[in-house]
């Protein structure tokens, strides 16, 4: 009998451990995830802004950087331009500058190449 209850519960274990462990991809699990990255159309006022914005902001805008952003400001144009290089290596968590976001993991692969791509084209104000 106890042998039968040992084998039972070893044989339910085994089933439910088989069950639980599947793997869902992303697009299966987030339907409307998109996870296209434009690289085509990059310009400062959307793509850069935005990737700024979300990531950067905080802590860099023209408000902020005084107090919590080292006054680095990231929030004009001719700012983020002087400072791409930098900024570049800080995003990419490369180089001698500080990695960034602070105390944050990098941001997107897509944000990265959208970035580097905005200063091989010349870091056009657009």
């Not at 040992?6 to 599947?22: G, M, N, Q, R």
């Not at 987030?30 to 700024?52: E, G, H, K, Q, R």
């Not at 500058?97 to 692969?109: C, H, I, Q």
């Amino acid at each position: 009998m106890m042998k039968r209850i040992i084998l039972i519960t070893i044989t339910l274990a085994f089933a439910f451990l088989i069950h639980s462990c599947y793997y869902d991809s992303e697009e299966a699990l987030y339907p409307n995830l998109d996870t296209t990255c434009d690289t085509n159309n990059v310009t400062f006022s959307v793509t850069i802004t935005t990737m700024l914005s979300e990531n950067c902001y905080s802590c860099h805008s023209n408000s902020t950087a005084a107090s919590v952003g080292g006054n680095i400001k990231l929030q004009d144009y001719v700012d983020v331009a002087a400072q791409s290089t930098s900024l570049a290596n800080a995003i990419q968590h490369t180089g001698s500058v500080t990695p960034m976001p602070k105390n944050g993991g990098k941001v997107s692969d897509c944000a990265i190449n959208q970035f580097n791509i905005w200063i091989r084209q010349g870091k056009l104000n657009n």
